[in-house]
Every structure is written in C-alpha cells, then in structure tokens.
C-alpha cells in the first residue's frame, strides 16, 4: 500500500516506509531458508520501489537478487516473476544509459 501510496503521490516517506515493511518482511523469510522465490521477490519489491523514486543505481542489486532467486526457485526456467524483473531491469539499465546491460534482458 506505501508503495502504491508513494507511486501515486511521489513522495519520498512513502518510499521510505514500504521499504521498511519490505525488510522487516525479508528477516522473516530469512527463517525459511529454502524458500529462496519469496525472498528474492520481496528483494525485487525494494529494487521496484528504487526504480520507481529514479534511484536506479540503488535498484539493480535488489532486481538482480530478485532475478537470481526466481530463476533458481523454478530450476532455471523463466517464470512470469523472472519476465517482470528482466524487464525491469531492461527499464532501469535504459534509464543509467547502459544500454549493453539492457540488451541483455530483452
């Protein structure tokens, strides 16, 4: 809902806050280790909330953990999650001007 809320409005507490829930919700999935997809999606939601305040240097570690862990939670086989974050990060690498690491992910 923050993130929504900070989307909408453009405002950096918004940001700030559902960041804050993103890693109070990561700790938890810390305590299931095997459970890498939620964890690496809960990383993607912080690489998304970077992207969307324009931070794009602060978003690509997060989208690229997010990335890694989908791919690895579905045995290397793309899933709908993996397609959302690969064209994200395609987005956030157009907006850096890499344009050699965007190609990657289209």
Known sequence: SFQ???????KKIYFDSARAYY????HYAL????DIFWRGMIRGNIGDSYFYEGNYKKAVPYLLEDLKSSMLAHHNKISDNAMITMNRLTATYIHLGKMDSAALFK
């Open 31 to 34: 305590l299931f280790p095997k």
């Open 23 to 26: 890693d109070t919700a990561y």
């Open 4 to 10: 929504k809320q900070a989307v909408k409005e453009g």
